[in-house]
């Protein structure tokens, strides 16, 4: 699973080959959680709240990218939050 982002220890990972609802997995340290991209809400996972906001933050900034890097599957890097 390839990393499209880091930023504040958290790493922003998307399977390719996985089905179902839209979405991108963040990991922070020994935490977990699984965003969909269409609310950004986070659907399973134990991820902190305080993690929690900044990665819908990040994902906001960047869900028309997200979007189509899951529709095409062609991974690219993207930006970290500032």
């Known amino acids: 699973m390839p990393v499209i982002a880091r930023f504040y220890g958290i790493l922003i990972k ?4 996985e ?6 997995h963040a990991i922070y340290g020994e935490y977990n959680g699984v ?3 269409s609310g950004l809400e986070m ?3 134990d991820l902190p709240q305080r ?5 819908r933050e990040w994902a906001a900034k ?3 990218e997200l979007s189509a890097m899951w529709e095409s599957q062609d991974f690219r890097q993207l930006p ?3």
């Open 14 to 17: 998307m399977y390719f080959r």
């Open 19 to 24: 089905h179902g609802v839209p979405h991108f």
């Open 35 to 37: 965003f969909e991209l």
């Open 43 to 45: 659907i399973e996972g």
């Open 51 to 55: 993690a929690q906001r900044l990665v």
């Open 62 to 64: 960047y869900k028309m």
């Open 80 to 82: 970290g939050l500032d």
